[in-house]
């Protein structure tokens, strides 16, 4: 089993809508929870980055973690042809400085 | 400010030759990742350096490759001798500080081996 489960999509949605995204993790010692956007030949971008559960909010995204059910998720508001990209989530323990990744989901906004 | 940068962006060799790999962090960035993505699979980490030394090197698949960080800026990732299975995307980031502080990363290097 992998330690964290990604969709890998792609997911297809029209401009303008609201688009969530999801990984879900099996280590209970995940604190740390990162988003990264990767557009096509390009290395990963950090999107959101939360510690422990709960909500964080950056303009039209926003990063849920409820670690009770090992689950988090990426929302992106009013979506925009220029979000199409892959969506991987991370995750660390904090113990080591490792990333623990997900697969990535393809994103497809269409105009 | 600079990003990660990486060289080459692509490289195809067969199998059983020597391929070496660079990346040069954000300045003044003391720790550096390296992580690979096979085809089809998640990024795994590799190895990290705390400067010019080696701090976690778990990730390292055997004992064919070799990363260096002579001086503590740029680093090199040698694969020798290259193996099919090593065909995928290598990526290095860096970050100011170690733990959880955010890591930026490179556009990768693509290997092919043939």
């Known amino acids: 089993q992998k330690e964290v489960e990604q969709d890998p999509g792609p997911l297809s949605v029209p401009e303008g809508a609201i688009v969530s995204l999801n990984c879900t993790y099996s280590n209970s010692a995940f604190q740390y929870f990162m988003w990264y956007r990767q557009y096509s030949r390009k290395g990963p971008e950090l999107l959101m980055y939360t510690y422990s559960s709960g909500n964080k909010e950056d303009g039209r995204f926003t990063a849920q973690v409820d670690k009770s059910s090992k689950y988090i998720s990426l929302f992106i508001r009013d979506s925009q042809p220029s979000d199409s990209a892959t969506y991987l989530c991370a995750m660390s323990d904090g113990s080591n400085y490792q990333l623990i990744w997900g697969a990535g989901t393809k994103l497809i906004i269409k105009p | 400010e600079a990003g990660v940068t990486q060289f080459p962006s692509h490289s195809v060799i067969e199998k059983g030759q020597t391929v070496t790999l660079r990346c040069d962090p954000i300045s003044g960035h003391d720790n550096l990742y390296w992580y690979r993505r096979v085809m089809g699979k998640e990024i795994k980490f590799l190895l990290h350096f705390v400067k010019e030394s080696k701090q976690d090197e778990s990730g390292m698949p055997n004992n064919r490759f070799l990363a260096e960080r002579t001086g503590g800026t740029y680093s090199t990732l040698k694969v020798q001798p290259a193996e099919l299975e090593d065909s995928g995307v290598y990526f290095c980031?860096?970050?100011?500080?170690?733990?959880?502080?955010?890591?930026?990363f490179g556009p990768g290097t693509r290997l092919t081996v043939l």
């Open positions: 980031a860096s970050s100011q500080l170690a733990g959880t502080d955010t890591q930026y």
